[in-house]
Every structure is written in structure tokens, then in C-alpha cells.
Nanobody, 122 residues
Framework: QVQLVESGGDLVQPGGSLNLSCAAS????????MGWYRQAPGKQRERVAL???????NYADSVKGRFTVSRDNAKNTVHLRMNSVIPEDTALYYC????????????????WGQGTQVTVSS
């Protein structure tokens, strides 16, 4: 069983910064693409940023230039640096892993964390 645990969500003022972290745990041999989704009340979940094991990234247009996703393959962690936040960034942020190779080898797909709340308010 692969577990994803997020941390770092908080209340922050517009224009401020925040760092989110996610750690994957289990009998992990390799973690493939990782990233972040978010869901605001009454809205559908949307992709924020993804990063491959080699460091290639994709960002939602709404966060380009403001957010930075990074990862540490040795620690099976992924991070999101949120700069110049705006009220529209308010959401529950979910860590996401598209594929994990486990001992066996076995694979698990589309693994989600429990979410960490980010609230941007003045």
C-alpha cells in the first residue's frame, strides 16, 4: 500500500508565499510522475502542476510564473512553492502520483493524498 501525506497548508494573505510538501511511503522502488491537484468548494478538481522523474514540468495556466513544483527522487517527496498567491488559489490541495513501482515488481496507479487546505484571504 502506497501512502501520500501532504503538509504545509495554511492561511496566507494575498501576495504571500507558501510551501507544500508531500511524502510517499511504502515498499517503493520508483515513483513516476508526481504533482499537485486542487479543489475549491463547489468546483471540480483541477491539475496544478506535474513533474516527471527527470524534472520535466507542466503547470496550469493559472499558476504559471507563480508556483514551482520540485521533487526529491531519493526521498520520494514532491513540493510546491506558491508565490504571489491570490484568493482564487484557495482550495484543498492534493498530492498525486500517476504510477508507483513496488517490490515484486508491482505497480499502483493514480494514488492520491488526503489533501491540505490553503486559504488565501486578507
Amino acid at each position: 500500500q502506497v501512502q501520500l501525506v501532504e503538509s504545509g497548508g495554511d492561511l496566507v494573505q494575498p501576495g504571500g508565499s507558501l510551501n507544500l510538501s508531500c511524502a510517499a511511503s511504502g515498499s517503493i522502488l520508483a515513483v513516476y510522475a508526481m504533482g499537485w491537484y486542487r479543489q475549491a468548494p463547489g468546483k471540480q478538481r483541477e491539475r496544478v502542476a506535474l513533474i516527471t522523474p527527470t524534472g520535466s514540468t507542466n503547470y496550469a495556466d493559472s499558476v504559471k510564473g507563480r508556483f514551482t513544483v520540485s521533487r526529491d527522487n531519493a526521498k520520494n517527496t514532491v513540493h510546491l512553492r506558491m508565490n504571489s498567491v491570490i484568493p482564487e488559489d484557495t482550495a484543498l490541495y492534493y498530492c498525486y502520483v500517476e504510477r508507483v513501482m513496488l517490490t515484486g515488481p508491482r505497480y499502483e496507479y493514480n494514488v492520491w493524498g488526503q489533501g491540505t487546505q490553503v486559504t488565501v484571504s486578507s
